[in-house]
């Protein structure tokens, strides 16, 4: 027992993971990039440098890492502050409607 690994939630921060999966069931979650982060202090690590922001929500405060998944009320409360700029919507040509010429005039034939 004194070897074992312990188990480690993964993906999510550990407020999201304490709501539970199905309280989430509806829940929109954004991830935040380090390209996205405008504040906070930038650290080293072995992958590369990562920034951390500190934001309070609902009286509890979060430390937000980039390239951590967060829910609406943290992201809002990010927004708030300025500590990240909203990411633009990302247009895929391939999903738009096509674009069909203009109905011209009906020829109807004469009888």
Same mark, same amino acid.
């Given at each position: 027992?004194?070897?074992?690994?312990?188990?480690?939630?993964? /993906?999510?921060?550990?407020? @999201?993971?304490? !709501? =539970? @999966?199905? %309280?989430?069931? =509806?829940? +929109?979650?954004?991830?935040?990039?380090?390209?996205?982060?405008?504040? /906070?202090?930038?650290?080293?690590?072995? *992958? =590369? %440098?990562?920034?951390?922001? *500190?934001?309070?929500?609902? *009286? $509890?405060?979060?430390?937000?890492? $980039?390239?951590?998944?967060? &829910?609406?009320?943290?992201?809002?409360?990010? #927004? !708030?502050? /300025?500590?990240? @700029?909203?990411?633009?919507?990302? +247009? &895929?040509?391939?999903? !738009?409607?096509?674009? #069909?010429?203009?109905? /011209?005039? $009906?020829?109807?034939?004469? !009888?």
């Amino acid at each position: 027992m004194i070897f074992r690994k312990r188990d480690r939630r993964g /993906g999510a921060p550990r407020h @999201v993971q304490a !709501a =539970g @999966v199905h %309280a989430l069931a =509806g829940a +929109q979650l954004h991830e935040i990039d380090f390209d996205m982060m405008v504040k /906070g202090r930038v650290i080293r690590r072995r *992958g =590369g %440098a990562v920034r951390q922001y *500190g934001v309070t929500v609902n *009286g $509890s405060t979060r430390l937000v890492t $980039s390239g951590d998944i967060v &829910d609406e009320d943290t992201y809002k409360a990010l #927004l !708030a502050a /300025g500590a990240i @700029v909203p990411k633009a919507p990302v +247009q &895929d040509d391939r999903l !738009a409607e096509p674009e #069909l010429p203009a109905p /011209g005039p $009906s020829f109807e034939p004469e !009888a």
